[in-house]
């Protein structure tokens, strides 16, 4: 389903009030098929972005699904660093395996933060994408994630508190109004033209 060209997820005809997005952890590659359309390259443009003009060489990706920022990176002929992303959804940790299943420096782990994995490289980048938000306390989650990997540079992702393209009968949870705590030294708004398209992307 889209709404004026506009990718959405389908959402149920008979939808009642007060659902929070995002709803689970657990999810099908489907129901988030709008952030693999052109409409929402610009998100994970922005972080390999910054991913190679700081020159990040070991990279940590935490709700990283089948890690779209990897199939950017190599399109920017960016091939000469370490990663490791996971996420709570096996589906798209699959999809990601075989897709780089020739690539030994490229590994994915079907996981969660609670249950970090030790890594064989310096990890020098983290990036969270909309993970934080399921945490409370999401500021002591990143703190002990960038602990964990003694690392000091991170990339964060998260849906803005206000957005242009979304249903007013859902509840956003976000945690953009909340991140006072955070040291960013430089930040981004961008306005995919996607459901809920607009995210904070902040440097650390």
């Known amino acids: 389903m889209s709404t004026d060209n506009i990718p959405w997820p389908d959402l149920p005809n008979d939808l009642g009030d007060g659902i929070i997005v995002p709803l689970r952890k657990v999810y ?6 709008y952030l693999d359309t052109d409409q929402a ?27 779209p ?7 920017k002929k960016y091939n000469d660093y370490d990663y490791y992303g996971f996420d709570t ?9 075989q897709q780089w299943r020739n690539n030994i420096r490229i590994n994915y782990e079907v996981n969660d933060w609670a249950k ?16 934080l938000l ?7 989650m990143f703190k002990d994630t960038m602990s964990f990997y003694n690392c000091e540079h991170a990339i964060i992702q998260e849906p803005y508190h206000t957005q242009k393209h979304y249903d007013t009968r ?27 398209g607009r995210r904070l992307i902040a440097h650390i």
């Open 28 to 33: 099908d590659m489907n129901d988030m098929w």
């Open 170 to 196: 859902l509840v956003l949870k976000t945690i953009t109004e909340d991140m006072s705590q955070y040291n960013f030294k430089e930040e981004f708004i961008i306005d995919a033209d996607i459901f809920c």
């Open 41 to 67: 390259k610009p998100i994970f443009e922005k972080q390999s972005d910054i991913i190679i003009q700081n020159n990040y060489k070991g990279i940590v990706d935490i709700g990283c699904r089948h890690g």
């Open 134 to 140: 399921y945490e409370t306390d999401h500021y002591k």
């Open 89 to 97: 959804s096996p589906e798209p940790i699959e999809i990601a395996k």
């Open 116 to 131: 970090l994995t030790e890594v064989n490289f310096n990890v020098d980048c983290i990036i969270f994408s909309g993970v």
């Open 69 to 75: 920022v990897n199939t950017i990176l190599e399109k």
